[in-house]
């Protein structure tokens, strides 16, 4: 029956079928509201308070998805976020999100939802051939099929990444919704919001803690919401619940976080979480964000996360149809779905016996098959009572169908259920509930390095000892009956208040009537099918990476000992669930194959986070513009409006170069270029790093910083400097001019600026907090606009200066303080073009009226704005370096020719000692030198390496690379600098530059000269 | 993410600081010399512990000192912080600095003016 409804599900596209599976009444669904949604192309109807999964099984759905590398079909495992198999991709568009757990998936008018890993279709998936192929995908099989040939491996890694991986992405990358992240402190953060995390919450709540109390699921509860045969103080669960979240919710210093799910578990207390806001709406409010980052400190934590149901692996039992017990029993009493008629509980614990009774009261056939021989205890007793039959010392050892599980073999196995020890028999059902007990969620107690201790009783690893301040408490510690797990979250909640250094209020537990049960599961850790080891249908350990019971067995015979070879190895326990629902079932075969204990194997370490959390709620609002700030002139505004290109220098946006009409990069560039050396061009240096220096140490403190002489500087006198680390290379250079007796103003690369002020501030705190030193960023106070060309000095006078420029009042490197249009201005004589050139220092806010200003004086003499490409090229022109272009934190100041400025009588300076090291002074060491090329016009590109010989057999003996190369107008041909092997003994050489193309750049090493050498031209 | 009490600005978020290597590593005075194995030992060799470790950090992202931190490389715990220039006050600080190879070395012998004191002793010798 089941699988004639779902063909036709599938043949009526438009029609939305009746929920067939639907109960009566009852569950937590509103049935006053029912909802619409598609899924993969079939409308479908649900009722509000569904997931995605409750109302596809209400729908007779139980196919969703095919699994990751033999393309079985697939349905819905469980009921949280455990679920391995039924992962969908969410939305359209730029909206869609892959990989989301049907089961966490809030049903909302018009739900959009995709099966995922099916091609191309979830009922007829060319892919399941690979399950036919089965002996050829054994554990590893990846590493053992794509070894050879090596260069395969791109075309290897094309179809795989093609047939493997889980879901896709959205088509289109840019996310329309808004994230937020948020900061938050609290007393006491409760990670889970069952019985246990609820107590405790009030509890510490009542001790007078900030609480913070987070679960995953739309109500708090856990799974107390899918009992019906609980009562607390008399009251339904939901009732009690109620209660409880009410008052909590009158407490100002409680935040309920539903929707909200603990990710990770980081470093002295620090949490992540990822809290739903709008996900579950049909059409959210625009002023909320789609999902928030919450970023927790926490004095302490209570981690309530619950526990996990573990499968049986049995042959075929990843059908869908097969479903964990207890799972099943929230479908029904939860959101009143009954996912089966003839079903089978196949149990190795007595909760199953719950779910028995549960099917049983939905009016389902059951039939109960145990594993256990010896059975006792009340539920079997009430199961018995009510009619159902009970098979002890069984066990389901093979469940077949083809898309959906259409009968089971049953047959008596041995105590371990390992052996059948008689001939099966058949019988057709269309659910089998399985339980092989429980597993506490011991993942955030992992991520936070606590330790765990195995259980034999419980046959579980649960919390031992804890690394941070925290607590466990309920399930997620092992205390798996209600009525102890209340009591554990009330004593957690009481302790942790009292560590937070609160006085623990007087609470008393609630009464609990709850079935008497055992938790004790019977060790059955892989089911007999009577075929040989390793044969008969497969047994899946991990569903969501298709791990079966012989690829452990495998793994453990190729020498895989150690559980974290076996986890890398066959891929158990990874990917998006981190082996919720398989860690322990997987160890428990490994340990057996390798005849060990289980607490010997020991586990894996659970990783973050705990399910997949969204990047955009990761990135928050630090996307696009927001993720970097970016830094403008105050003449910003000039440049665009002349049409500038712009380039990032760090954050700063500089003009790049201003083209007119029809103008190329390079007529542009040449133009710019050509106009500084004829009549004189403006640049906007307001970006270059400035710092205040005071203080009485101040001239000392430069000594030290610096390579040359600061202690006779004179005022108003500018010199340039070279800062070496104390490995003696280069690390940044400027100009720093002194002021006064106690005061200079140093300038730093634009891109060194921040770097520079920590260098200087780390000395001066860590190695000579004696100097009475005063530092100040002053790179934004100021807006600078350099002149230079010949007739830098009669623009200035037209633009009125009140100073005499004559070279004898203001010679080359000093600084004069004067007014221009009457507001009042540093120049600085400098020239980092070799021509006459003023550094016009002004206010900030002042920037764009002096440019502007310059702008209209300098219209006579052609004054022409350039950008920071011609400055390279003039520079370059002119030999001076760029650190980070010509330097890489391996250059000294000897490798760039420039020895003279490396005082040899100061005491000391950082670098110093380093510089006198043998290897410093070897001759092969790179050296900076110019290139001029053969072919004049052909410019070398920047990186290109040089090599003596151009016809060596590769791989070739390299010198050394370009690092900056332009054409110069000025010259009339290409120029270029390099760093090269012995370049000084190279001089007057040639060297070949090798393209990729084949083709060779002759270049003849010169001097990196090029233009004025003798440097005439400075005083214009 | 750890939970650094700032000196002047209280605890912070470690993203808040930026960590400066191991403490305690004194630059030799230009007056002593050293070859290059010993300078070496100053400027290139950095110890990487499991265990307590002496470390220098600055509030980059606030108030921009830097002081000293003893921190457990495995356990993560901070067990003091105490101002640049001193030395660990705790019991296990102490015994960290005390423990490090580095005090033997030439390197930080040289940090120190040794000539003058050694010249003193000679003369009441």
Redesign the interface.
Known sequence: MTKSVMTRAGLFTRAAPQQLSRSAGGGRIDRSKPVSFTFDGCSYRGYEGDTLASALLANNVHLVGRSFKYHRPRGILAAGSEEPNALVRVGRGARAEPNLRATQVELHEGLYAESQNRFPSLKFDVGAINSALQSFFPAGFYYKTFMWPASMWMTYEHVIRHAAGLGRVADEHDDPDRYERIHAHCDVLVAGGGVAGLMAALQAARSGARVILADEQNEFGGWLLGEADVTIDGDTPAGWIAGVVAELAAIDDVTLLPRTTVFGY?????LTLTERVTDHMASPPAHLPRQRLW?V?ATQTILAQGAHERPLVFSGNDLPGVMLAGAVRTYINRYGVVPGNRTVVFTNNDDAYRTALALDSAGAHVLVVDLRRDLRGELVKSVRAAGIEVLSGHAVTIASGTQHLARVQIAPVNEGGSTVLDDPFHMDCDLLAMSGGLSPAVHLHSQARGKLGWDDRLLCFKPTTV?EASFNAGAGNGVFDTEKAIADGLKAGGAAAKAAGLTVSDTEAPAIEAPNQSWRPLAAWKIGNGYGPGQGPKAFVDFQNDVTASDVGLAAREGYQSVEHLKRYTTLGMATDQGKTSNINGLAILADALGREIPEVGTTTFRMPYTPASIGAIAGRDIGTLFDPTRLTRMDEWHRANGATFEHVGQWMRAWYYPKDGETMQDAVNREVLAARTTAGILDASTLGKIDIRGPDAAEFLNRLYTNSWLKLGIGKCRYGLMLK??GMVMDDGVTTRLGENHFHMTTTTGGAAGVL?WM??WL???W?DLKVYLTSVTEEWSVATLSGPNAAKILQAAGIDISLDTADFPFMSMREAHIAGLPVRVFRISFTGELSYEINIRARHGLALWTHLMAAGEAFGLTPYGTEAMHVLRAEKGFIIVGQETDGSVTPQDLGMDWIVSKVK??FIG???LE???MAMEDRKQLVGLRTRDRRRVIPEGAHAVLDPNEEMPMTMLGQVTSSYYSPNIGGSIAMAMLKGGRALMGGTVYLPMLDGDVIEAEVVEPMFFDPKGERING | MLLITCPHCGPRDESEFSCGGEAHIARPLAENNLTDAEFADYLFLRDNPKGLFLERWRHAAGCRRWFNMARDTVTHEIVEIYPMGSGPASQAGKAAHAASWRRDTAAEAAAKPAPKARAKKEQVS
């Open positions: 980081m470093d002295h207390n620090y970023k400190r690394h104390d490995d920590d501030e780390e705190q860590t190695e907090p005491p000391d110093k000692r380093a090291r043998a290897s």
